[in-house]
């Protein structure tokens, strides 16, 4: 596609329930990101793909987090056991050469998780 | 550790003025690439200038511009002929070389609102 997918856009779930985001990179694209943005603030860091490369997961928050990149294209981010805290703006960025400092990442739109 | 700082909760700009928005980085790497993103209300991401550790000039696009001073570790963003569109909250971010290479580190933003 001609940008940086999600979906969905809106996943309002209860406490303790399973939840699963989808990001769809920009073609071509071999870095992937994942951040949680709370309302309001800066922009934090999950985890971070790069080619076959292990993934980077040192932001992710606790162990009911994790991600998968299938076939260095979609990732797909899940929460078990979600939790009120979760509640934020889920964004996916990709950009066409991670390992290179001068390349710009391209952001989704995200997606907005409200855990009642 | 990689860390960027915005000291500036918030600005002011009247409409075609200017204004400096600041960013103090560290790192401990000579690699690295410093960049703007604007998020205006509606949430995506918008990628707006760049600047390369080893860049002589400060960069340019369009109306904004980067003054980058590196033995102060700061590289803030100018926006000159300020437009009512340019409210919005702004990201400064930095892609450092060594083993967090990849990885962009965001602050946590500025809001900006221009009045007319």
């Known amino acids: 596609g001609a940008g940086v997918s999600q979906s969905p856009s809106n996943k309002v779930t209860e406490k303790g329930k399973d939840v699963e985001l989808r990001c769809d990179p920009i073609?071509?694209?071999?870095?992937l990101y994942w951040y949680r943005q709370s309302l309001g603030q800066g922009l934090e860091f999950l985890i971070y793909f790069q080619g076959n490369s292990a993934p980077d997961k040192s932001g992710l928050p606790s162990d009911r987090f994790s991600a998968e990149r299938t076939g260095g294209s979609v990732s797909t981010l899940t929460i078990q056991r979600t939790q009120q805290e979760d509640s934020a703006v889920y964004l996916c960025?990709?950009?066409?050469?991670?390992?290179?400092?001068?390349?710009?990442?391209?952001f989704g739109q995200g997606t907005r998780l409200t855990v009642v | 550790a990689q860390k960027i700082t915005q000291t500036q909760p918030g600005m002011f700009v009247q409409e075609k003025e200017a204004v400096t928005l600041d960013c103090t980085y560290d790192t401990s790497d000579q690699s690295y690439g410093l960049f703007w993103y604007k998020q205006p209300s509606s949430g995506e991401m918008i990628f707006l200038i760049y600047?390369?550790?080893?860049?002589?000039q400060n960069a340019t696009e369009g109306r904004y511009s980067l003054n980058f001073q590196k033995a102060r570790k700061s590289a803030n963003l100018v926006i000159s002929a300020s437009q009512l569109g340019d409210s919005a909250m702004y990201f400064c971010a930095m892609r450092s070389g060594g083993t967090s290479y990849g990885k962009l580190t965001f602050g946590q933003g500025t809001i900006l609102t221009v009045h007319p």
């Open positions: 073609s071509g694209h071999t870095a």
């Open positions: 600047q390369g550790s080893y860049d002589e």
């Open positions: 960025a990709s950009s066409s050469r991670g390992g290179q400092a001068h390349t710009e990442a391209f």
